[in-house]
């Protein structure tokens, strides 16, 4: 994964829903060729950390045994205009689930509670043919538990 669009899963219930965190700063890699005057976050930039977080809660429901991709989103809302430079947390519940596919949704909200981004629907497709203990060494270094590359 070469862009990874939360800092830290904070808390995570299996079946039910997560909680991560994402500082959206001025450094972010997407400043500094696009938006050098005025420094807005993209709207798919929120898309992409909703569903980064919702899809890890889903491989961690399964036990790593699959790897959720997402195929459909619904009702999607992201601010216009919104600067860098605010620490918000990022949040998902899973709706439904079968052994095929799974619908959650997913919100990112301000530390005080407002909520600046939604998904109310994204539907993933299960990938069945996957390492679990290669996919639970990716999901310790993007939760921010440790190194993937590390025996």
């Not at 899963?9 to 909680?19: D, L, W, Y």
């Amino acid at each position: 994964m070469r862009f990874l669009f939360f800092d830290r899963v904070a808390k995570i219930e299996k079946g039910k829903a997560i909680e991560a965190s994402k500082t959206f700063s001025l450094a972010e890699e997407f400043h500094s060729k696009h938006f050098t005057k005025i420094p807005l976050i993209p709207g798919v930039i929120f898309i992409e950390s909703m569903a980064q977080v919702l899809g890890w809660l889903i491989n961690y429901t399964h036990d790593f045994k699959l790897l959720a991709i997402m195929s459909l989103l619904d009702g999607v809302k992201v601010p216009a205009r919104l600067r860098a430079g605010f620490k918000a947390r990022v949040r998902a519940e899973i709706i439904s689930a079968s052994s095929t596919d799974s619908i959650g949704r997913a919100w990112v909200d301000t530390q005080e509670g407002e909520v600046i981004a939604s998904i109310d629907r994204i539907i993933y497709t299960h990938l069945q043919n996957v390492d679990p203990g290669e996919l639970l060494k990716w999901f310790r270094y993007c939760s921010g538990s440790e190194d993937p590359t590390r025996e």
